[in-house]
């Protein structure tokens, strides 16, 4: 455990420096957040692509309802990243409601009925059965957030932490519905919270799709047999091969990023603003009030500036009902990489 520790804070500590000396962190961060909101809706056998996801998030008219859902999972993301920082980073049984609520689109409270099946539905084979009951339940989660916000005061790591605050939440199951993507939402916000990760951008789940049912299996293998180790340790090895590979996307993407620059310099002048390139890297898609309101220039100035990248081969431009959308092929090649390859290690 120690060693898998070691190794997956070493994979963080490099994510993480390579985020902050990012000028604009944003242009990933977005990016990722929509990755992991695909991946975790994917767990739960909510399945929309990468194509129809970044195109929505530009877009939205049309779009499939697992997409609105994958959508509404980036948006509890964020929101639960802004009530948590309001707090001074205390996460807690209300926080993680809210960002259930979101993730579900309908108000969500914890669950007050005496009993919840959870287990095959074609053989009805009872896999787990979680606590019952209001009082019960309220005062599991009032262990789990003193645990969560021990800060250092018991001497854990917090990824062991996080590793082991993940188990106790979903065995505590406290909705109804939603407990997998909430819990995986709370694991970033954890790890923001203890200053491992300066952004929300640790694409876990993505490495879970490929092992879900090892996933699982541990997961009952700590309530039947105690086996907290296997299951710390799957956790770790997950952090750190999520942390490399994210790594190298970033550098991947940045590299993209400065080739871009200096072709809209050669093409549009040294006056071109780098709010340019920031926007269309920003996410796949772009429209043109992006740009306009990026840049804050006109409609016909900022559509000369996209139509000068599509030129090159940069963005390919298309219709979407009323609107054009600009996809940029390389940031969509390299995403489309991460979404397709990182739970197969």
């Known amino acids: 455990m120690l060693k898998a520790l070691v190794e997956a804070r070493a994979a963080l500590a490099g994510l993480n420096e390579a985020l902050v000396s990012i000028p604009d ?3 990933f961060v977005h990016a990722m957040s929509l990755l992991e ?7 739960e056998n909510i399945v929309t692509t990468a194509d129809e996801l970044f195109r929505a998030a530009s877009t939205p008219l049309d779009a499939s309802p697992e997409t609105r859902e994958a959508l509404r ?14 707090r001074q980073g205390i996460i807690s049984g209300p926080l993680a409601a809210r960002i259930c609520s979101e993730v579900r689109g309908i108000e969500t409270r914890f669950r007050t009925d005496m009993g919840t099946f959870i287990g095959n539905p ?12 209001e009082r019960v339940i309220a005062e599991k989660l009032a262990s789990w957030t003193a645990f969560v916000n021990a800060g ?29 993507r909430t819990g995986r939402i709370l694991n970033v916000l954890m790890l923001v919270s203890s200053g491992l990760l300066s952004q929300p951008v640790l694409y876990i789940s993505q490495y879970i799709i490929g092992r879900k049912n090892e996933y699982y299996r541990l997961l009952n293998r700590v309530t039947s047999e105690g086996a907290w180790e296997d299951w710390v340790v799957f956790m770790l ?3 750190r091969e999520t942390s490399l590979g994210t790594l190298g996307k970033v550098k991947e ?3 993209l990023q400065k080739l871009t620059q200096a072709t809209a310099k050669a093409r549009l002048g040294t006056t071109v603003p780098a709010a340019f390139v920031e926007t269309i890297f920003r996410q796949p898609y772009s429209r043109t009030k992006n740009v306009m309101d990026a840049c804050e220039v006109s409609r016909p100035t900022a559509l000369r500036y996209l139509q000068a990248m599509a030129d090159e081969g940069i963005l ?10 600009y996809m940029n092929v390389g940031l969509m090649r390299v995403l489309r990489g991460i979404s397709t390859s990182s739970g197969q290690r």
């Not at 390919?316 to 959308?325: D, F, P, S």
């Open 122 to 133: 074609v053989t009805m084979e009872r896999i787990y059965t979680p606590p019952s009951g």
């Open 25 to 27: 962190p944003g242009v």
């Open 37 to 43: 909101a695909r991946a975790s809706s994917e767990i």
């Open 237 to 239: 090895t997950a952090v």
């Open 152 to 180: 250092r005061d018991d001497g854990l790591d917090p990824l062991v932490r996080m590793a082991a605050a993940h188990y106790q939440f979903e065995a505590i199951h406290p909705f109804p519905d939603g407990n997998g």
């Open 73 to 86: 999972y980036r948006s509890a993301l964020f929101s639960g990243l802004r009530h948590m920082s309001e």
């Open 316 to 325: 390919v431009a298309e219709n979407v009902g009323r609107e054009k959308l």
């Open 253 to 255: 993407i940045q590299s």
